[in-house]
């Protein structure tokens, strides 16, 4: 009678069998799905292409994080300048300027009720400043769906959270008193504003975590994207350890952002390319390359910095280090247009109401699309 100890070897001899099995089974598909089963003769003749409408000028220095306001009628912009501006969305005013303790910022995001904005970047720590005394959100709608009369009268800091070893690359509000980080020590972090608490720490990724997004369906979920080849989806409930893991990219993962359906996500990365991943098959689903996009510092794809969806799902963004956007179709991966920069852009974001494109430049500049 065999032993347990060999019982137990027969066992993983299985599951590694089994393991080769699948892993061959996917190499023998395609991994741009939706392409292949897609005609590209489709609405080419109803195509309708964005253009710029406003340039925000304010900013002294590069401008690295940028985010659309809950009810799309602000914007704010974090940049090397020292200071987080909100603009007015439409006529391009700065409504306030905040002066931050660190010019190295990397990251910015506003809380769904307006009251709070945060940043983070080289300083380690993530930095939440109060904008107003009182709840901005109309409380006669129980929704919250609708924002009105915001008034940011408060540039002060409320609350500094530190516990990371490493730079802030991003820091997304779950609600108004929880916040999650992500950082050049490996980790990401959820906090309790109010607290000053570590909630939760993520710890899986072998390198550094350079973009995370939360999931607009279930907020316990979110995907990170990391230096070290992978993006984890995880459960905020479950810290232990990852839920799903995609390893298909070839270089370091710049930035990731869930699909319209909250099943898929899209991220891009230093291999010059932006995939498309699904949760629930677990595999990828498409591709979005252009082999002539050439990096200006070598002979390199561009590195792809930032990524995000049409409300409809429609078109793909992503921006590159040489100053290209590019519109992609989401079926086909057909590159539909190229918002051209002067210079390389670090971030991009489409507005909650699906009508505008948000850009931030090297060039100091910000710019709109619709």
Same mark, same amino acid.
């Given at each position: ?40 003769? +489709? /609405? !080419? =003749?109803?195509?309708? $292409? ?11 220095? *590069?401008?690295? @994080? ?76 129980? +929704? /919250? !769906? =609708?924002?009105?009369? $915001? ?11 530190? *516990?990371?070893? @490493? ?77 799903? /893991?995609? =390893? ?123």
């Amino acid at each position: 009678m065999s032993s347990i100890k060999e019982q137990l070897e027969a066992c993983q001899q299985i599951c590694y069998q089994l393991k080769q099995k699948v892993r061959q089974l996917r190499e023998q598909t395609a991994k741009n799905i939706l392409s292949q089963l897609t005609t590209k003769q +489709n /609405n !080419n =003749n109803r195509r309708y $292409v964005p253009q710029m409408r406003v340039e925000f000028q304010g900013h002294f220095g *590069k401008i690295y @994080g940028l985010d659309w306001g809950p009810d799309s009628k602000y914007l704010l912009t974090a940049s090397q300048d020292g200071k987080l501006i909100i603009w007015n969305s439409v006529t391009s005013h700065k409504v306030i300027a905040i002066p931050l303790n660190n010019d190295w910022v990397m990251a910015c995001s506003f809380c769904p009720n307006y009251e709070l904005v945060a940043s983070g970047g080289l300083d380690n720590t993530v930095t939440i400043h109060k904008l107003s005394g009182g709840n901005n959100v109309d409380n006669n709608n129980n +929704n /919250n !769906n =609708n924002i009105n009369n $915001v008034r940011f009268r408060d540039q002060s800091v409320y609350k500094t959270l530190e *516990k990371h070893e @490493g730079f802030i690359s991003s820091c997304k509000f779950l609600d108004s008193n929880t916040i999650l980080s992500g950082s050049g020590d490996s980790r990401c972090i959820l906090w309790n504003i109010e607290k000053k608490s570590c909630i939760n720490t993520f710890q899986e990724h072998n390198g550094d975590v350079m973009s995370i997004a939360i999931n607009k369906k279930n907020s316990n979920l979110f995907v990170s994207a990391s230096i070290d080849m992978t993006a984890k989806v995880w459960d905020i409930r479950t810290g232990d350890r990852s839920a799903i /893991n995609f =390893n298909a990219h070839t270089k370091d993962i710049n930035c990731v952002q869930w699909f319209v359906d909250n099943d898929a996500f899209i991220s891009g990365s230093d291999d010059g390319t932006v995939r498309m991943f699904d949760t629930k098959c677990f595999r990828q689903l498409n591709e979005y390359v252009d082999e002539s996009n050439i990096s200006i510092h070598g002979p390199d794809l561009a590195s792809a910095s930032s990524v995000d969806v049409s409300k409809t799902g429609s078109y793909i963004f992503s921006s590159y280090d040489n100053g290209n956007v590019f519109m992609w179709n989401t079926l086909t991966a057909e590159k539909i247009t190229n918002f051209k920069h002067p210079n390389r852009v670090s971030s991009l974001a489409v507005s909650g109401d699906g009508f505008a494109l948000a850009t931030g430049c090297w060039d100091h500049i910000m710019r709109t699309y619709a």
